[in-house]
C-alpha cells in the first residue's frame, strides 16, 4: 500500500514539474501570457506530491512497513522516534525525497510571494526553471532513485535501523535539513538570473526580487555548515570538526560563491558594474550545489557523510553539466548587453574592496575544488588512487584566510567610489587599536607563533570595523540600527571573527594525550586531573554500551564509551565533552578491557576556545536573519525599487 501509494505520489510530481514547464516554456515563446495562469496550478500539485511522497514514506517507518525496500534498509522496531523520523534522509532514496519537499516548498513560497505578477514573463521563465529542476528530481524518484520499491517480507524480519553514526547524536535531526534548506535555497536566486537572460531584463531588477531569498538560503548553508562541524565533534571521537574531507568540500564550495556574491551584488545595485560576474558567481554557486550533490550520492568518494550507492551518478554528473553549460552559453548569449556603464574609479573604494574580496573567496572555492576533485579526475584517467590531504589545503588556504580578514576589516569603512587617506586612516584607527589591544592581550595570554597571533591580530581588526559600523548604527537608529543588509552583514562579520579565532586557537594550542589508566588511578594533563573509577555497562534493545566513569578535577564524572549497536554489529566510539567558554575537555574510550578491573585506554584531547566555533556560527546565523529585513534608510528606496520593477515588467 505504502509502495503504491508513495510511487503514486512521485509520479505525480514528476508530472506536474513537465507539464508546468512544458506549458510555461509554451506560454511564454508564444507570448500568450495568460496562459502562464494554469501553470500555477502545475506548481501547487508539486508541492501536493512532495508532501505526499513524504508524509508516505514517514508513515512506512513508523509502520515498520518492511515491504518498502527502504524501510527494509532503514528501518527497525528498535529505533527511537527521533532518529527512526531522521531515518527518511539517512540513506539515498530517502534524501531524495526531502530534496524535492524542500524544493516544492520553495516554488511554492515564490507563488505566494509574487501572486500578483503571474504575467510577468521574468516570474514566469523562472518558475519554468525551477519545475525543470523539480522535474530532475522527482524523475530520479521515480527512476535511479526510487524510494519507494515494493519488497519481499522474510519471516521474522527485523531490520538493521540507520547508521550507527546517523543515530546517535540529536544533529541528526537538524544538520541535513539545514544543509538542504541552503542548497535548494539557490535555485530560487539562480532561476530568477537565468529568466533575467532569457528575457534580456539583465539590469539590477532581478537582484532586488532575489536578495532575501539569496541571504535566506546563504544562512541556511551556513548555519548547515556549522551544525555539521559541531556534530562531527561530538560524535566521531577523533577530537575534530573539520578534516577537509570531499563531501565537507562540497558544501564549502557553494557557500564560498555565495558568499562572493553576496558582497559584489551590491556593487551591481550601487554602481551598476560587475553584472557578468554576478550572474556567473549565482550560476557557479548552483551548479556548485548540484556537483556537491553527485560527489554525496554518486559513490565515487570514500567518506562517512557520502552514500555508498552510485546509481544516480551519471545522472546527476549530466545534469550539472546541462546547467554550467547552459548557464555559460546564455551569459555568453547576453554579453553585449551586459556590459557594465560604470567603472572603479579608485583602489581605495568600497567597490574596489569587494571585487578584491570577490577574488579571494574565488581563489580559495579553486584551491578546495582542485584538491577535491583532482584525486577523482587521476583515478578516472589512469586508475590511479591518489589521495591530498589537510597539509595542501591549509597552507594555500590559510595565506588566503589572512588576507579575507584584512578586506573584512578595511571594506566596511570604505566609501564608495574613492576614499582619501585622511579619511581612510581616521576610521581605520580604532579597528588598528583593536588589533593591537587583542595581540597584546593573547600574547600575555600564553599566546604563542606567529600564525596564531596574526590571526588575532587581524580578527581584532576585522571584528573592530565591523563593531564601529554597529556602534554607529545604533546612535543614529537605536535597536532598529541592527536590522539590514549592511549591519546585519556586520553580525555576520563578527561571528566569523570567533570562528577564525576558535579555529586558530584550538588547532594551535590543542594538547592530545593517551594513558593506560586502572580503576582508581589518575593522569594530569594541562592542569586538569582525569581519575578512572570504574568501568560499567548497560543495554537496551538497540544498542550495548561499556563507558569508563571518569573524574575530571574532582567535581564531574564524564562517561566515553564504547557503543556496540546490535542490528548492524557495528561499534562505535562515544565521546565525552566537558565544554567551556576557554577550552574543551575532550576524551575518548579507546580500548576496553575484557576484565572490568583491568586497565583501560583514555584519550584526553583539551582544545582551547573550540566553543568560540559554535558561537561564531550561531552569531553568523543570526545575522542572516538580521540582514534579510531592509533597514530603516532602505525601506523607502525598497517600496520605489518595487514600482519601478513592476512597471518594467508590466
Known sequence: MNSTLGYGFAVLGLSASIL???????????KRLHLLRPVRQWAWLVLVAGIGAFVVMEVALFQRDYTVDYVQRVGSSATPPLYNFAALWSALEGSIILWVLLLAGYISAMLIKFRDRSDDPLFGWALVVMLAISAFFFGLMTGPANPFVPALVPVGFEGPGPNPLLQNHILVAFHPP??????VGFSVPFSFATAALITGRVGEGWLIETRRWTVAAWGFLTIGIVLGAWWS???LGWGGYWAWDPVENASLLPWLTGTAYLHSVMVQ???GMLRVWNLSLLCATFSLTILGTFLTRSGVIDSVHAFADGAVGPWLLVFFGVVAGGSIGLIAWRGDELRSPGAIDSPLSREASFLANNLIFGALAFVILLGTVFPLLAEAWNDTRLTIGRPYFDSLGRPIAFVMLFLMASAPVLPWRKASTELLSQRLY?????AVMAMFVAVMLGARGFYPVLTFGLGGFAAGAALRQVILASRR???????GRTNGGMIVHIGVVLIAVGVASSEAYKTDRSATLLPGQSVTV??????????????NDRRQRIYAEILIDGEDVYTPAQTRYLQSGMVVPTPSVRPGFTEDLFLVLDTTPENPEGPIRLRIIVRPMISW???????MGIGSILAIFPGKRRRGTEAVSAVLVGAASG
Open 20 to 30: 508546468g514547464a512544458l506549458g510555461g516554456t509554451y506560454a511564454l515563446a508564444t
Open 178 to 183: 539545514m544543509l538542504y534548506m541552503g542548497y
Open 233 to 235: 565533534y561530538e560524535v
Open 269 to 271: 545595485e550601487r554602481r
Open 430 to 434: 580604532w579597528p588598528a587599536v583593536a
Open 477 to 483: 537608529q537605536g535597536w532598529r540600527g541592527l536590522v
Open 526 to 539: 594541562e592542569n586538569h586531573e582525569f581519575t578512572y573509577l570504574e568501568l560499567r555497562a548497560d543495554q
Open 613 to 619: 566555533l559554535w558561537t561564531g556560527g550561531a552569531l
